[in-house]
């Protein structure tokens, strides 16, 4: 799926003017394309009862040449105009086109009763109120109409995005239209795939409204989405001529007396995501726990302070493994106290490999982010929004709010992977490039889950894998296990340690 940014689709759209292919024709185009979009989904458009609700910008003119091709169809159509005449001069000549058609056009201020009346029997509305620019809250009447909209019986079909969404954040407005299918003109915005947008939007269908090919490809693509495709074609063969050693060594430093769960959820989603060696290394206590858990691990048994986290004298212990190893999770419930803010920074300082910083990790630099630089290779950071908050010293609502934004900004300043987590998770790379995540569902919102994400993340580090397609592989397929997981066990009942094993069977299925 095609994602441009609303900038670098104005961008296009600027380009393709300056070519000939004018605003207005690019409208038409569009127009045109949703259309063809709603015959396909509708099958037979003739008799329909068509309510088309137009806003006055740019998103109002799009609606008027579907309503000009419905009617063309011999649909029923009755065109909603919102706000008034028109703003820009090719949404006003779409307006004209629909009066001179003797199309029926109802002004929502002066006719609100009428409205009301052919709602109760349109088969089909289209959301042409809003496009891409919508940010903040609506207006009224806006609010109004969408209200009016959701409370339909009929299938709702939003143009470009579902009115309410903001198209770069995912945002939504207060009575949001909660759309059915959503027509994106020329590619997919963030708010398409970002929730709770993505929600609003329902099924999203991109269609073209002829971009040349010269202008595609002077706008580089920054965002993308994560999918099967992109996954598995980076998921390496197993060779048969290997052993252990081939796919890499793993050093987990995670767990604390309070949290020894966390140490065992991540070396198992290590293991189970392809790990050659995979050593624990946490208190004493914490070991003696979980090895009978996971026989397959190793395990480095580390002084335990009064704290019940790893004593800042284990690092003369930790120091060999560090040096030998492929790559390095650090921070699955290790706790907060200063050996530990010790010890993080004694990796960052001897680490020769990738490092995956996660949970009590981040927290412990949260005031000292430059150690990130001191990393030889790119590290991954994997903080949930509370973490990020704090590592970026924003409030969790504005982190929220601003999470691409938040995500690249940290990504680009330290010069590490960012897999922020959330219903929607998001990774961003220091060259300014953002995947979305597709997979994934609320199951994941239990204490554990993460800590499977980061080991599985570090397992593919571990293995020689770009730290790129460490956090876009583990993420997706950690989503994907937790949504098959879901469908047998519910996601109510499934379970942070049931991941792992349907990783196994995605894996078995692809014949991996």
């Known amino acids: 799926m095609k994602i441009l940014t609303v900038e670098q689709m104005k961008k296009e759209e600027r380009l393709s003017d300056e070519m000939g292919v004018t605003y207005q024709r690019l409208m038409e185009n569009a127009g045109c394309a949703a259309a063809a979009f709603i015959r396909k989904t509708v099958s037979n458009v003739s008799g329909r009862n068509f309510m088309i609700f137009c806003g006055s910008g740019n998103n109002g003119g799009d609606g008027f040449v579907v309503a000009r091709k419905l009617f063309e169809e011999k649909a029923n159509v009755i065109v909603v105009l919102c706000g008034g005449i028109p703003r820009s001069d090719e949404a006003k000549y779409m307006y004209d086109c629909v009066i001179r058609a003797g199309i029926t056009m109802l002004d929502f201020d002066m006719d609100r009763k009428k409205v009301d009346e052919f709602l109760g029997g349109a088969d089909i509305i289209i959301d042409a109120l809003f496009g891409t620019g919508f940010a903040g809250e609506f207006r009224a009447p806006y609010d109004e109409i969408a209200e009016m909209i959701n ?125 050659g060696i995979t050593t624990v290394a946490s208190t004493e206590k914490v070991v003696s726990m979980i090895a009978s858990r996971i026989p397959e691990a190793t395990f480095l048994p580390l002084l335990e302070n009064e704290e019940g986290t790893i004593s800042k004298e284990a690092k003369e212990k930790l120091l060999p493994y560090i040096e030998k190893v492929d790559a390095i999770l650090i921070g699955c419930g290790l706790g907060r106290s200063e050996d530990i803010e010790d010890i993080v920074d004694f990796v960052f300082e001897n680490a020769s490999c990738t490092i995956v910083l996660d949970a009590d990790g981040i927290n412990c630099i949260a005031d000292k982010p430059e150690i990130l630089k001191k990393a030889k290779e790119i590290p991954i950071i994997t903080p949930h929004i509370g973490e990020m908050a704090r590592f970026c010293k924003k409030t969790i609502p504005e982190t929220v709010d601003e999470r691409v934004e938040t995500a690249l900004d940290a990504a680009k300043e330290y010069g590490c992977i960012v897999v922020l987590k959330d219903a929607s998770t998001v990774i961003a790379e220091p060259n300014g490039d953002v995947y979305f995540n597709t997979t994934g569902n609320p199951g994941l919102s239990k204490g554990g889950s993460g800590d499977c994400l980061a080991g599985m993340i570090a397992s593919f580090a571990a293995q020689g894998y770009i730290e790129t397609s460490c956090a876009v592989c583990g993420v997706y397929l950690h989503g994907l296990a937790a949504d098959n997981a879901a469908k047998e066990l519910s996601e109510y009942g499934m379970l942070p340690s049931d991941i792992p094993n349907y990783l196994c069977k995605i894996f078995a299925e692809k014949g991996l």
Do not use: W
Not at 176 to 200: C, I, Q, W, Y
Not at 201 to 216: A, L, M, Q
Not at 244 to 253: A, S, V
């Open 151 to 275: 409370s339909a019986l009929a299938v709702k079909i939003s143009l470009d995005i579902a009115s309410g969404v903001n198209a770069e954040t995912g945002l939504a407005a207060k009575n949001s239209v909660r759309a059915n299918f959503t027509v994106a003109f020329e590619a997919a915005k963030p708010g398409h795939l970002l929730l709770p947008g993505r929600d609003f939007c329902g099924k999203t269908e991109v269609v073209d409204i002829g971009i040349p090919h010269e202008v595609r490809a002077q706008v580089e693509q920054t965002c993308f989405a994560t999918g099967e495709d992109m996954v598995f074609s980076s998921i390496r063969r197993r060779p048969r001529f290997s052993n252990k050693g081939t796919f890499g060594k793993l050093l987990c430093i995670t767990g604390s007396r309070n949290f020894p769960g966390a140490a065992a959820l991540s070396a198992m989603g290590a293991m189970r995501a392809g790990a």
